[in-house]
């Protein structure tokens, strides 16, 4: 789906990530971690197309359909301004934009589009409110339905549980889970939370040392590498059939 060959990617000419080589696989779940100040927005960046590599290619190879790049994305709910007094419905009427035209007004297709996504979602009893009163997973919720109704192959989500508690957290990565098994998508998810990609993703990636390893999410998540990465000792414990990451208290 997404194939980075010698990539190098910086600002002006100062490099941050090098020597990237690696596919992001058609309906993976791919998780990117990676310490604070790593490079996984830089690296978010470039497979958004917002970024353009110092060097390298990133390519999007057609299927043997035709079936060209599709991508919807789901930033964090608090970056986005809540100024303007719009209605969950619009917020998600937003991402037909990009297939209707911006200037063209909504049609009923792409209306029972957005409330199929926001009922997709659980959010259709809510699609008349206005969208900066709702919580935080609400907010969540509607921007991946806002996602959704662009008709896209890959999903990419920004931190999708930050801020948010337990009940918040396994509510929304379910719902991401279920998704991308009844739409055949691609997910590709940046994360801080450890223990939310131990137990969702497939492949999961790591930024360290201005680069990238990548592999099965049980191949690469192990004390040694958590260890080496984040600087911290750590005990990775099965409860309950969770995967859970804590930090070794100093005997």
Same mark, same amino acid.
């Not at 900066?132 to 890959?154: C, D």
């Not at 379910?174 to 991308?180: M, P, V």
């Not at 790591?206 to 049980?218: A, E, Q, R, S, Y």
């Given at each position: 789906?997404? #194939?980075?060959?010698?990539?190098?990617?910086?600002?002006?000419?100062?490099?941050?990530?090098?020597?990237?080589?690696?596919?992001?696989?058609?309906?993976?779940?791919?998780?990117?971690?990676?310490?604070?100040?790593?490079? /996984?927005?830089?690296?978010?960046?470039?497979?958004?197309?917002?970024?353009?590599?110092?060097?390298?290619?990133?390519?999007?190879?057609?299927?043997? #359909?035709?079936?060209? #790049? !599709?991508?919807?994305?789901?930033?964090?709910?608090?970056?986005?301004?809540?100024?303007?007094?719009?209605?969950?419905?619009?917020?998600?009427?937003?991402?037909?934009?990009? @297939?209707?035209?911006?200037?063209?007004?909504?049609?009923?297709?792409?209306?029972?589009?957005?409330?199929?996504?926001?009922?997709? *979602?659980?959010?259709?009893?809510?699609?008349?409110?206005?969208?900066?009163?709702? !919580?935080?997973?609400?907010?969540?919720?509607?921007?991946?339905?806002?996602?959704?109704?662009?008709?896209?192959? $890959?999903?990419?989500?920004?931190?999708? *549980?930050?801020?948010?508690?337990?009940?918040?957290?396994?509510?929304?990565?379910?719902?991401? /889970?279920?998704?991308? $098994?009844?739409?055949?998508?691609?997910?590709?998810?940046?994360?801080?939370?450890?223990?939310?990609?131990?137990?969702?993703?497939?492949?999961? !990636?790591?930024?360290?040392?201005?680069?990238? @390893?990548?592999?099965? *999410?049980?191949?690469?998540?192990?004390?040694? $590498?958590?260890?080496?990465?984040?600087?911290?000792?750590?005990?990775?414990?099965?409860? !309950?059939?969770?995967?859970?990451?804590?930090? @070794?208290?100093?005997?």
């Amino acid at each position: 789906m997404i #194939k980075f060959s010698n990539v190098q990617l910086g600002y002006g000419r100062k490099p941050v990530l090098t020597a990237l080589n690696f596919d992001i696989q058609r309906g993976d779940f791919f998780g990117i971690v990676g310490p604070n100040g790593a490079g /996984k927005t830089t690296l978010l960046k470039a497979i958004l197309g917002l970024l353009k590599p110092l060097q390298g290619k990133i390519s999007f190879p057609e299927n043997g #359909k035709g079936q060209k #790049k !599709s991508i919807g994305y789901v930033p964090q709910h608090a970056s986005i301004d809540e100024i303007f007094p719009i209605t969950a419905l619009d917020m998600v009427l937003m991402g037909r934009y990009a @297939k209707m035209g911006i200037f063209k007004r909504p049609k009923s297709c792409d209306y029972e589009l957005a409330e199929k996504m926001l009922k997709n *979602v659980g959010m259709e009893t809510l699609a008349n409110r206005n969208y900066r009163e709702l !919580s935080g997973g609400q907010k969540q919720r509607t921007l991946i339905a806002r996602a959704m109704v662009g008709e896209p192959n $890959t999903l990419i989500l920004d931190e999708p *549980v930050e801020g948010m508690d337990i009940q918040g957290e396994r509510a929304i990565m379910e719902l991401i /889970k279920t998704l991308h $098994t009844e739409y055949a998508l691609t997910v590709v998810l940046v994360s801080h939370d450890l223990n939310i990609v131990a137990n969702y993703v497939k492949t999961l !990636s790591i930024i360290h040392n201005n680069t990238l @390893k990548l592999g099965p *999410v049980d191949s690469m998540l192990n004390e040694e $590498t958590m260890a080496r990465v984040y600087g911290t000792v750590v005990k990775i414990v099965n409860i !309950s059939g969770q995967k859970t990451i804590i930090p @070794k208290l100093n005997e």
